[in-house]
Antibody, heavy 119, light 110 residues
Framework: EVHLLESGGGLVQPGGSLRLSCAASGFTFSSYAMSWVRQAPGKGLEWVSAIIGSGGSTYYADSVKGRFTISRDNSKNTLFLQLNSLRAEDTAVYYC????????????WGQGTLVTVSS | QSALTQPASVSGSPGQSITISCTGTSSDIGGYNYVSWYQQHPGKAPKLMIYEVSNRPSGVSNRFSGSKSGNTASLTISGLQAEDEADYYCTSYTRSSTLVFGGGTKVTVL
């Protein structure tokens, strides 16, 4: 059974940094692209970033490009998201998600971790 | 990348069928057969209901079906049930190798 567990969320001041982690189990982690998707309070889903199975290619939404960095450690079945230069509008629940083997969309999602950017 | 366009809300009575539309451009929906649909209940993580336009993951009811014509995709829920009341989001792969989501549709079972 696929299991994704996010951690690392919390309250941070504008301009601050945070590192999110996602521990994966129940599948061959290195074979699948992974992504982060966020949801601001009371709002819709927003795709943030993705990384292929080998970690060799990464992709970002324009809203976070240059501020966020996605990475993975396949030896530890863990996905990361480094959040820098945080803004109030980055406040959201951040979901870790596993992609379909075709790499066209996420199929399994974690329960999310809340990031609050406020002074 | 602009969000895909969905109606804010759709409602129907138990047993009826409803359809949710999702409109994009030739750079996303129109360019690829990579449209997916997610169901999200309050306080829960999204659940994949349809992938690659019309494919259902194992365990998803066959009351859910998807289609696409040009730059618009659709999700149809037939035999509407109380448990179907939730938010529904479409998403599409894009020319930039990113994903773009729709704004979401709240489905209400009357």
């Amino acid at each position: 059974e696929v299991h994704l567990l996010e951690s690392g969320g919390g309250l941070v001041q504008p301009g601050g940094s945070l590192r999110l982690s996602c521990a994966a189990s129940g599948f061959t982690f290195s074979s699948y692209a992974m992504s982060w998707v966020r949801q601001a309070p009371g709002k819709g889903l927003e795709w943030v970033s993705a990384i292929i199975g080998s970690g060799g290619s990464t992709y970002y939404a324009d809203s976070v490009k240059g501020r966020f960095t996605i990475s993975r450690d396949n030896s530890k079945n863990t996905l990361f998201l480094q959040l820098n230069s945080l803004r109030a509008e980055d406040t959201a629940v951040y979901y870790c998600a596993k992609y379909l083997i075709t790499g066209t969309a996420p199929d399994y999602w974690g329960q999310g971790t809340l990031v609050t950017v406020s002074s | 990348q602009s969000a895909l366009t969905q109606p804010a809300s759709v409602s129907g009575s138990p047993g009826q069928s409803i359809t949710i539309s999702c409109t994009g451009t030739s750079s996303d929906i129109g360019g690829y057969n990579y449209v997916s649909w997610y169901q999200q209940h309050p306080g829960k993580a999204p659940k994949l209901m349809i992938y690659e336009v019309s494919n259902r993951p194992s365990g998803v009811s066959n009351r859910f079906s998807g289609s696409k014509s040009g730059n618009t995709a659709s999700l149809t829920i037939s035999g509407l049930q109380a448990e179907d009341e939730a938010d529904y989001y479409c998403t599409s792969y894009t020319r930039s190798s990113t994903l773009v989501f729709g704004g979401g549709t709240k489905v209400t079972v009357l």
